[in-house]
T-cell receptor, first 118, second 111 residues
């Protein structure tokens, strides 16, 4: 149980294009979803937290107009990187929780999406 | 200064040895301490979490938290090659608080 999938697993795009990454909870309803970014040799950094049907809450320093997050249903969240640039190349990981708290034991991570912007 | 510091390794141990991992942190408000295992090209998988100070054991894994020293540890007994992965520590102030992760320690268990 508690499986989170991401699609695509990797993507290469040209600078200036937009890329959409999907995150799905396969066997539970995700009340809360999270998007993280991980650069090589660095820690996962939370980008934003979203609740189904609400606007995402972005962390300080994350451009909400560049990283569009949609949590339209209890099993799907999408992250769109608009006008991607090489510095956006990173490993993007989503996680999901069926609850609004107790995240220390109920946050389940997806396998990640590796984005390379040329 | 990073809120959570973790030695990136790699840490190489022979099969059967004890793996000792640790993280230090600066925010005394952290109350929840988690350890995740991450295999290459996979997402993190929760191993254990601890609330406040103390020890917690689960099979071959033992987690320790020393809040007075702002230091947490994870021990893996009787290590196996399948334990080869990156181990991440994470912390939060509340059960609904955002996680602060360490950079992860790469562990290699050699047969």
């Amino acid at each position: 149980g508690a499986v989170v999938s991401q699609h695509p697993s990797w993507v290469i795009c040209k600078s200036g294009t937009s890329v959409k990454i999907e995150c799905r909870s396969l066997d539970f309803q995700a009340t809360t979803m999270f998007w993280y970014r991980q650069f090589p040799k660095q820690s996962l950094m939370l980008m934003a937290t979203s609740n189904e049907g609400s606007k995402a809450t972005y962390e300080q320093g994350v451009e909400k107009d560049k990283f569009l997050i949609n949590h339209a249903s209890l099993t799907l969240s999408t992250l769109t990187v608009t006008s991607a640039h090489p510095e956006d190349s990173s490993f993007y990981i989503c996680s999901a929780s069926p609850e609004q708290n107790r995240w220390q034991e109920t946050q389940y991570f997806g396998p990640g999406t590796r984005l390379l912007v040329l | 200064q990073k809120e959570v510091e973790q030695d990136p390794g790699p840490l190489s141990v022979p099969e059967g040895a004890i793996v000792s991992l640790n993280c230090t942190y600066s925010n005394s408000a952290f109350q929840y301490f988690m350890w995740y295992r991450q295999y290459s090209r996979k997402g993190p998988e929760l191993l254990m979490y601890t609330y406040s100070s103390g020890n917690k054991e689960d099979g071959r894994f033992t987690a320790q938290v020393d809040k007075s020293s702002k230091y947490i540890s994870l021990f893996i007994r009787d290590s196996q090659p399948s334990d080869s992965a990156t181990y991440l520590c994470a912390m939060s102030t509340d059960s609904w608080g955002k996680f602060q992760f360490g950079a992860g320690t790469q562990v290699v268990v050699t047969p």
